[in-house]
């Protein structure tokens, strides 16, 4: 398979384990944080550990959420310097994409090929206009929703006010989701690499896939 796979080096190589271990990263947090929300919605699994506190285990989960973020960094050696992927990926949520596997899909990126049409003043505007904009949606989402609205307080039990219809909800449904996204793809183009934009559409398919759970 490797050797199959490895044919195809002109765009992206497949036999770099970098890139696999992106991939794993990039699929894993939907999968934690959909199983965790899903026992707790059905059997108030972490409430039951703190004393039948929703509040406290959905900071708890929050906090589990942006530790595994860092502890994934520091298993990767990631850089001390900012990353081009910037504040939308430091998701540690089901509504951003997080950055538990940022420094992965920098590592991934930097082993892979560069491609021409990736590469320029007019791609670098694209990449960091993505870039950007998704930050935007990512922060100013989680802005309006806050710390329990952000991290899963609807499965705790613990719900808003109110429906949110102001920005950026008021553009799009998941500002998280496809401001991550939105992201990711910048990032993959300012490294002029196709496999950051392969990657990319990982992103995507696994919060499609989320958001058909969430819905």
Known sequence: MSKILGQNRGLIDFDQKSLAISALSIAFNPIFWNTVARQEYHHKILTKLFNGNSRLACYALAITIFSLGIFRDALSG??????????ASQGRTPHVQQANHLSS???????????????????NYIGYALIASGNVLVLSSMWAL?????????????LMDHVVESF???????????GSTMSFLGTAILYGKPAGVFLTAEVLVVYLIALSYEE
């Open 146 to 158: 806050g710390i329990t609205g952000t991290y899963l307080g609807d499965y705790f039990g613990i």
């Open 105 to 123: 899909y920098e590592r991934a990126l930097r082993a892979q090929p560069f491609h021409p049409l990736l590469q320029g003043t007019m791609s």
């Open 78 to 87: 990631r850089p001390p310097h900012p990353s081009p992927l910037g504040l």
């Open 168 to 178: 950026p909800f008021n553009v799009t449904g998941a500002p998280m989701y496809y």
